[in-house]
């Protein structure tokens, strides 16, 4: 059998020019030391969502209906989520002593341990074992372990016969590519084209059509003979327990236990952060990881075995005659490969608590045009990829698609450990930003001064990342700088420059600024409740209309309003991976609100990605008695209609539903994370709204990722998920209206019309 390659060299760039007038990922600009261009890197996503994006979004949306309603199934899944997580930090910060404990086991067993430090000690220690045992024959169930030691080819080298026997890894095998997905190997495989293979390769007397069921037992067969061949089988684990030395596997095929107990000599390879102290902590796992990872309550095979096991060894050519009890072989390779320097690296460290399940790749919308070998690296794909390729391979291959994390935070709720999945991409993003050197990050938790930004970071982020003087700049000069920038001149320039996407329309800077309408006003005099309407940066100097609007609607409901004077959220270069910026930042708009804080004023946010700054992502950036007097001060500004009208505010003072009445609303994503899109749904039908909501993951825009040459059709094509359903809800007379910046400025593109805040439909005027 032929070796796997790495998701790269299996989907090279195409080349390919670019339409005439659509200048776009045109852009040559970009990193450096071999890494691709934005062209190149253009061209290559937009190779993958032609060949394979639609059958890895039909999968995985699929894999996210199932996921809701199998938790939905469950009262305590936050509970088992918490007690995960608890688990696996404990596992982790006393992994040597298991490491120890479980040797000890499994020797007392009758079998052997082996830590390997890397991928080369690993796979030579498999090899040599396969000698010891005078095989020639491997089968392997599903093992992302093995993929990261790329072990098929180190054996191959070696003249062993390597065969997988999980069916999507099988399928991968024969066509020599990447697994695409952490448990779905071949899901971007349609049937296909997996027809197509097994003719080409196996030449069947009846051609395969496509057929799936056809398909499975075909694979099923050949698997079963290479199974009933095999002198050693091999499996990863799930799950490791030091107390006994049990291995549990968690599957939906029974290739797996097939593999562990048919062969007479079982080597299991998992990585070290796999242990646990005992047989009594997988219950939350059990629990979660189908139900997470495929939406099932639970898999098709939960097996636990502490081998080496005691049934006997049977001879398929003369099945009467087993062989005696205890002829049996276990060793259990630990596999180290940067796990230990990630678990003493404070910000890497959480990638540790993985368990595998796949949810971030479900839930992420640009995973679901792309798929792992666009959003994934040698071996590991999705989110939580980033953590793992820049621990084991190193920021070289996290670089290469670390970007594809927008930071949207969809996958957060989704992951059964709580992993903060999109600060890990951020730190990642920042040592990229640094070219390898890493920073110590002292100023997150000891409150120093922040080293400054280096000063070979690529100018796209740098533009983006200080996009708030250029937000300045282009206010105080519209509206020539709009004019400016609009020319075809400009636009070539930013696109060949800075990788800013010619088709993509840029900001329209307003000369008279939301705080400076606010700071000519006066606002009701001796109010009994006074609130900050946070500035934000598009509101500030784009859409100051929404500001105002905000205004009004809280004074309509008696509330004392104040606009101060204060800076972006740190949003910005945070989405850049510029930590240091986004620090100053913080730190400097949590001094400008304190003071107000102090006198009881709470901050209302309109922007859904600066809310989640202060309720979030303030949390790494401040000292937690900064961060926590903050983040119980903010609301979201419907958020806040909502509570004010609870507690008695008139609701005769906002205007009820007039004109059409019927609303297509898409939330932004932050603003689901952060569980507050209910309270806008609430407030506009108890006004007389008829309100439909979006049913995807997310718009696609992502701020700035929408604007950059070499995503903008990545962008595009997550937004048309949205498009196609928002056009049935428009054909039916809905006016679309939306809550976050992005999220308006993509429905735009898409649609031609820029939707408004719901605060807007709420303005008394």
Known sequence: MASEQ??????????????????????????????????????????????????????????????????????????????ARVIKEEAIAELPDLIDRVTEAVEANGGSVYVAEDAADANEHIASLMDEHSAQKMVKSKSMTTEELELNAALEAEDFDVVETDLGEWVIQIAEEAPSHLIGPAIHKPPEEIATLFNEHFDPAEPFNGDPDELTQFARDKVGEHIEEADVGLTGANFVTAESGSIALVTNEGNARKTAVTPPTHVAVTGVEKLLPSVRELAPFVELIGRTGTGQDITSYVSLLTPPTDSPVLDFEDPEKPMAEGDRDFHLVLVDNGRLAMREDAQLKETLYCIRCGACNNSCANFQSVGGHGFGGETYT????????????????????????????????????????????????????????????????????????????????????NIESLAKLGSATAPLSNWLTGTRPVRILLDRALGVDARRELPQWRRETFREWASGRDSIPGAEREVLVYPDLYTNYVLPERGKAAVRVLEALGVGVTVPEVGESGRAPLSQGMIATADRKASAVYADLAEHVDTGRDVVVIEPSDLAMFRNDYEKLLSEESFERLRDSSYEVMEYVYG??????????????????????????????????????????????????????????????????????????????????????????????????????????????????????????
């Not at 996503?45 to 809701?68: D, W």
């Not at 059964?416 to 920042?430: G, L, M, Q």
């Not at 994503?669 to 749904?681: D, V």
Request: with cysteine; hydrophobic share 30%.
């Open 382 to 465: 999705g989110g939580i990829g980033t953590g793992w390729e820049a621990g084991i391979e190193g920021l070289d291959s996290a670089g290469d698609f670390n970007d594809l994390c927008t930071g949207c935070s969809r996958c957060v709720n989704k992951c059964p450990v709580k992993i903060d999945i999109p600060w890990i991409n951020t730190v990642v993003r920042d040592r990229v930003n640094r070219g390898g050197e890493g920073s110590d990050y002292s100023f997150l938790v000891e409150g120093l001064t922040p080293d400054s930004e280096p000063e070979g970071i690529d100018v796209q982020k740098r533009l983006f990342g």
């Open 644 to 765: 004010l009208l609870e507690n008695g505010a008139d609701r005769e003072a906002l205007p009820k539903a007039n004109g059409t009445r019927e609303l297509a609303y898409h939330s932004h994503c932050q603003q689901r994370t952060l569980g507050l899109e209910p309270y806008t749904t609430a407030v506009l039908s108890d006004l007389g709204y008829d309100v439909t909501t979006s049913e995807v993951e997310c718009c696609g825009m992502a701020g700035s990722f929408g604007y950059k040459s070499e995503y903008y059709e990545v962008s595009m094509d997550v937004g048309q998920q949205l498009k196609d359903q928002f056009e049935a809800e428009r054909a039916n007379g809905r006016r679309i209206v939306a809550s976050g910046t992005s999220c308006g400025d993509q429905l735009e593109a898409l649609f031609g019309d820029a939707p408004p805040h719901p605060i807007e439909l709420l303005d008394p005027r």
């Open 6 to 83: 790495s998701p790269q060299s299996s989907n090279p760039a195409i080349e390919e020019t670019d339409p005439e007038g659509e200048p776009g990922a045109a852009a040559d600009a970009g990193p450096a030391d071999g890494a691709r261009s934005r062209r190149e890197k253009a061209a290559a996503l937009r190779h993958l969502m032609a060949t394979e994006g639609k059958t890895v979004g039909e999968n995985t949306r699929g894999f996210n209906e199932s996921t809701e309603e199998a938790i939905s199934h469950i009262s305590n899944y936050e509970d088992l989520r918490e007690r």
